[in-house]
């Protein structure tokens, strides 16, 4: 019984050193290296080559390494029939949350302008308003819009989050529903994209979403890439609509130079880097989990493949 360690990002001696301390008698193989298949009955991985885990005959469960599991799903081999866990973990979300903080601050704090000025050799003083009248909008109230409200009610922020269903939360006007949607858009100057990728969320970030919101609101996109029409980001950019976006997903992966995104003065672009599991804590995740495998107890956070989240 052996458990399968795949990813090109993660480092896979972190990762073993961290779970072995958590569990012993764990055996850990890393990609490629498996020996036999046979022996294989946990996969953690992110971003496993396709049909790596469909070549596993005593596969039982899947544990991704990240929150988002969508490209997996997007795998026509992958086992229909396994539980998939994504990973839910306190340093995943508290590093998802800081970049939402700091794009935010970037454009309350107007250091797109300042940023702009100084390309342009222009010196030019701009002070901002108080952080109570930028209007902070979440699309997506799970566990990583959740957090991401509350880091940035503790710096004053006007917020408004808008789900699928409807939510309470503290010092949040919360939006449920497609009907609620318009009124959510309309009062938020900064929108903050965390919507898992479904179905319904599948190029929501269009024309018409962009026309709802005030001319010159910003987008911090950190959602999923297909959730993104780009062409449609490209011409609320150039119209004025929006005043600048920070996009860190994307359809492709890596962005190809040629993109448009590289070059355009009011898009901010990262690697998809906003969040990161840290070995030394998501392991007592990816470890509980395994003892619940083992003991014949439910997994947490199973993927519904229905909803795809």
């Known amino acids: 019984m052996a458990l ?4 090109t990002a993660d480092d896979p001696e972190l990762w073993r050193r961290e779970l072995g301390r958590r569990l012993p008698g764990l055996e850990i193989r890393v ?15 992110w971003l496993p080559p396709p049909g790596l885990l469909a070549s596993l005959p ?9 929150a988002g599991v969508d490209a997996m799903l997007d795998d026509p081999t992958l086992p229909a029939d396994l539980p998939l866990c994504r990973l839910v973990d306190p340093s995943l979300t508290a590093t998802m949350s800081e970049y939402v903080l700091l794009h935010v601050l970037k454009y309350h704090r107007m250091q797109d302008l300042f940023a702009r000025d100084q390309r342009e050799r222009r010196w030019q003083l701009r002070l901002p308003a ?22 940035l009610a503790g710096h004053g922020f006007s ?3 808008w789900s699928r269903s409807q939510k309470q939360l503290d010092g949040v006007a919360c939006f449920a529903g497609p009907a609620q949607l318009p009124a959510f858009l309309a009062q938020t100057d ?3 994209c965390l919507l898992p990728l479904t179905a319904e969320t599948t190029g929501i970030l269009d024309r018409d979403l962009f026309a709802r919101l005030p001319k010159g609101a910003r987008l ?26 920070t996009v860190d997903v994307f359809v492709q992966e890596p962005l190809p130079p040629e993109h ?50």
Do not use: C, M
């Not at 902070?136 to 509350?150: C, K, Y």
């Not at 911090?220 to 976006?245: C, I, K, M, S």
């Open 220 to 245: 911090v996109h950190v959602g999923r890439g297909a959730q993104l029409v780009e062409e449609d980001l490209l011409d609320a950019l150039d119209r004025g609509q929006l005043g600048g976006a």
């Open 58 to 66: 005593n596969l039982k469960a899947i544990l991704s390494l990240g």
């Open 4 to 7: 399968l360690f795949a990813s």
């Open 159 to 161: 917020l408004r989050g």
């Open 260 to 309: 448009p995104f590289w070059a355009h003065p009011a898009i901010d672009i990262t690697p998809h880097a906003a969040s990161y599991s840290d070995p030394a804590v998501g392991a007592d995740v990816i470890a509980e989990n395994i003892r619940r495998f083992f003991d014949g107890r439910p997994l947490q956070h199973v993927v519904d493949r229905a909803r795809g989240y």
């Open 31 to 45: 990609h490629p290296e498996i020996g036999d298949p046979a022996d294989i009955d946990l996969a953690l991985v």
């Open 190 to 192: 900064i929108l903050v």
């Open 130 to 151: 108080p952080a109570s009248s930028t209007r902070v909008g979440i699309l997506g109230l799970g566990v990583l819009g959740t957090d991401a409200a509350r880091v």
